[in-house]
């Protein structure tokens, strides 16, 4: 069954940090880029970061540069994004997802992505 599976959200005070994990089967994953997106409440969901398909490529929204790293492990099919010294703007629902058979870059828009995981939610809050 093809699914991606988020995890790791949670309640976090302000200058903490996140693990959150998204986990694939049911498909190619090693040759797939992977998005992790984000979505305030009452706003558009936007990048956060990417990874091409080899893990050689990553790109992060300027928001979060510095902060958050993105990484994955073809051998457990799982991405994660590791985010630090977080604040109470990244507080949204992360949502990750797949581009199947890219290989050369990861800087896709919601369009592009051809499967998506439910999200998790990501509270920054004292």
């Known amino acids: 069954q093809l699914q991606l599976v988020e995890s790791g959200g949670g309640l976090v005070q302000p200058g903490g940090s996140l693990r959150l994990s998204c986990a694939a089967s049911g498909f190619t994953f090693d040759y797939s880029a992977i998005v992790w997106f984000r979505q305030a409440p009452g706003k558009e969901r936007d990048r956060v970061s990417c990874?091409?398909?080899?893990?050689?490529?990553?790109n992060s929204a300027d928001s979060v540069k510095g902060r958050f790293t993105i990484s994955r492990d073809n051998a457990k099919n799982t991405v994660y994004l590791q985010m630090n010294s977080l604040k109470p703007e990244d507080t949204a629902v992360y949502y990750c997802?797949?581009?199947?058979?890219?290989?050369?870059?990861?800087?896709?828009?919601?369009?592009?992505?051809?499967?998506w995981g439910k999200g998790t939610l990501v509270t920054v809050s004292s």
């Open positions: 997802a797949a581009k199947r058979w890219t290989y050369r870059s990861c800087w896709l828009s919601s369009s592009d992505m051809d499967y």
């Open positions: 990874i091409s398909s080899s893990g050689s490529i990553t």
